[in-house]
């Protein structure tokens, strides 16, 4: 497979996507150009949300021997620049093309309109109803309370802090997620909880110097461990707990594995995981395959689209932390438990 980095040069597409180049599927089912994979907020290396989609998109093109382009966010760009990106990557013969985060709702539904032989996905969003188009949706709210169980038998202040990236109501499952779980272990627990900005223009989910200083306030009130919601301003969050040598819970991808975030892993408790990529993995299949998803396609914890990494060896000496969240996941599963979502 080869790889080449090009700049890209229609207005609105980005600052730079990656595009790598394979073959058709050989019973002909799958004629298209590759995968199309539009970045959101944060774009690539965010150790994350975004990079767990890139995962999907690598597996995919090694699996099926397909090629790829996934192409990085601007700043403050509109939904046309979105819309944009997408009708760039339909136009060119990607297929599926998928939006990475509600952001993209917008920009879904007008490229969709477009182009209706092109499946078209969008992860965290369920607006958009269209026979061309999957919403790729996920219970957050059910990895965000195995996190606040942890963290909730791991304080030894029973004192514990969320931090979100933006005030919306995506992030808003994440947060009453991780209190219930809190609080089924301790009532009583104090927990802080923050938003880094109301807008995600404002770089609530791109700014790790803006998760530092939340996460440095919350420590300093008391919380020993943290849990963050907020894509690449999560970094900060776990830079600081790392600093303090208090625990750090990280998001959507295994933190703790994370190559930029090898010197801080020691802290990283576990993390809410959330795989973006095997949606991506499971779009990508269904269209090769000739028969592509539409409508809701949502993960929970039951199917393993959700769930509590535990790669820390320092976790696993945690028994009792290890044995609450293993029980809360069995409960959840069984329906013995059902997880607010706000």
Known sequence: MTVAVVALAAAGCGKSSTESTGTSS??????????????????????????????????????????????????????????????????????????????????????????????????????????????????????????????????KKNHIGFIGGVDVPLIHKFEAGFKQGAQSVNPKIKIESQYLTQTPQEGGFSSPDKGENAANGQIDAGADVLYAAAGLSGQGVIKSAAEHKVWAIGVDSDQYKQAALAKYKDYILGSALKNVGGAVYDLVKSVYEGKPLSGDVRGDLKSGAVGFADSNPKYKALTAVVSAVDKAKQNIIDGKVTVNTQ
Do not use: C
């Open 26 to 155: 050989k019973d002909g089912k799958y004629s298209g150009k590759g995968i199309g994979l539009a970045y959101d907020i944060g774009g690539k290396g965010d150790q994350s949300f975004n990079d767990a989609a890139y995962a999907g998109l690598q597996k995919a093109e090694g699996e099926f021997k397909i090629g790829g382009r996934d192409v990085e966010p601007t700043d403050n760009e509109s939904d046309a620049d979105k819309t944009q990106r997408l009708v760039t990557l339909a136009k060119a013969g990607y297929n599926p093309v998928i939006g990475v985060g509600f952001a993209y709702a917008p920009a879904v539904k007008e490229a969709a309109a477009k182009f209706p032989k092109v499946t078209f996905g969008i992860i965290d969003d369920d607006k958009v109803q269209a026979k061309n188009v999957a919403d790729m949706l996920f219970h957050e709210e059910q990895s965000s309370y195995l996190a606040g169980v942890a963290a909730a038998k791991a304080t």
